[in-house]
T-cell receptor, first 114, second 112 residues
Framework: ETGVTQSPTHLIKTRGQQVTLRCSSQ?????VSWYQQALGQGPQFIFQ???????GRGNFPPRFSGLQFPNYSSELNVNALELDDSALYLC?????????????FGPGTRLTVL | GESVGLHLPTLSVQEGDNSIINCAYS??????FIWYKQESGKGPQFIID?????DKRQGQRVTVLLNKTVKHLSLQIAATQPGDSAVYFC???????????FGTGTRLTIIP
């Protein structure tokens, strides 16, 4: 186990709704990255948070947004859900220092959009 | 890191044999490479990593080889066990590791 936790485990929403996913980073880690993994594919980078600010973003629209809190936990918010948003959402925590930036993943949140 | 849909490359290996999983990465500027193992219904699990200033790194039963000339990465697993059955992903990152770009993934099946 990595010590990275995510909630909820599963979630079912309908098109147009909004969703918030949560992630608690591993003890000692100060950086959280979010990934989307569609069925049968590799994870795709959404964005990363460091010191409560977005630090890099992948090719995802603005309706994907996030937050990082002082305790380094993080939220991923998705507005105006679309069917293609159905995926496993993964967060990964790391410690942003030279040579110690391995990303450790949580178990993921399975989002189904109907 | 382009996806190829549901048809992952597959590799079947007899229990106890060695396995080699290959990966071609895309960005010659990538500085950091990682192998992850993902079991069904779980998040990716870190196996081993290597930086671009190395060409080989060994862990417990695993070895990663990096060939920067042809942008190729491989994972060798020695004496495979049933618990090694999973999908294996290579990932590449830059110096600051803001973003990991994942490869296609290879499904490894260990035959008892």
């Amino acid at each position: 186990e990595t010590g990275v936790t995510q909630s909820p485990t599963h979630l079912i929403k309908t098109r147009g709704q909004q969703v918030t996913l949560r992630c608690s980073s591993q003890s000692g880690h100060n950086t959280v990255s979010w990934y989307q993994q569609a069925l049968g594919q590799g994870p795709q980078f959404i964005f990363q948070y460091y010191r409560e600010e977005e630090n890099g973003r992948g090719n995802f629209p603005p309706r994907f947004s996030g937050l990082q809190f002082p305790n380094y936990s993080s939220e991923l918010n998705v507005n105006a859900l679309e069917l293609d948003d159905s995926a496993l959402y993964l967060c990964a925590s790391s410690r942003r220092e030279p040579g110690t930036d391995t990303q450790y993943f949580g178990p993921g949140t399975r989002l189904t959009v109907l | 890191g382009e996806s190829v849909g549901l048809h992952l490359p597959t590799l079947s290996v007899q229990e106890g044999d060695n396995s080699i999983i290959n990966c071609a990465y895309s960005n010659s500027a990538s500085d950091y490479f990682i192998w992850y193992k993902q079991e069904s219904g779980k998040g990716p699990q870190f196996i081993i990593d290597i930086r671009s200033n190395m060409d080989k790194r060994q862990g417990q039963r695993v070895t990663v080889l990096l060939n920067k000339t042809v942008k190729h990465l491989s994972l060798q697993i020695a004496a495979t066990q049933p618990g090694d059955s999973a999908v294996y992903f290579c990932a590449e990152g830059g110096f600051g590791n803001e973003k990991l770009t994942f490869g296609t993934g290879t499904r490894l099946t260990i035959i008892p």
